[in-house]
């Protein structure tokens, strides 16, 4: 059995320390720390993190990782649905994100890759873009909605 939790800023510290474990930056990570959502498992262990920045109608998709041991059963994907529905329930109708080596991963979920210069320039502005070893990052999109 697994639970999802919103991130608060007590979490922030662990949330760092579980994305520097998984390779992922963590600029950002306090500003937009209740926009995450953490994954346990019954004895409370974290399966995995996501959260996404808000800019708007768009929201950046961030953080997403699961714990080695328990990657290839679908809580990543679990993860980027329930964060989504949350950036959409917020008012975000499409998700940007940055990925160094999981394009078809995300591409599984409906991103697609766009340009860099075809993102909107709040979403340029965040954390993320910024980041040097982000420069040479694939972008995605995905327009969200409702269900």
């Known amino acids: 059995m697994t639970a999802y939790r919103a991130a608060t800023k007590s979490d ?8 520097k474990e998984n390779e992922l930056p963590v600029d950002g990570v306090d500003e937009w720390v209740e926009h995450f959502l ?24 961030r953080s997403v990782a699961v714990d080695q041991s328990f990657r290839g059963r679908g809580f990543g994907k679990g993860l980027v649905d329930a964060v989504l529905a949350n950036a959409n329930r917020k008012g975000a109708n499409k998700s ?14 409906g991103f697609e890759i766009i340009r860099r210069e075809d993102v909107e320039e709040a979403v340029l502005a965040s954390a993320e873009f910024k980041i040097d070893a982000c420069e040479r990052c694939t972008v995605m999109l995905k327009r ?3 269900n």
Do not use: H, P
């Not at 922030?12 to 994305?19: D, G, W």
């Not at 498992?41 to 920045?53: R, T």
């Open 38 to 61: 953490i994954l346990t498992n019954q004895e409370g262990k974290w399966i995995g993190v996501a959260g996404f920045e808000l800019y708007g109608g768009s929201c950046l998709l």
């Open 12 to 19: 922030v510290q662990r949330i760092k320390l579980f994305l």
């Open 96 to 109: 940007y994100l940055l990925t160094a080596d999981a394009e078809i991963y995300f591409n599984k979920m």
């Open 144 to 146: 969200i909605t409702s």
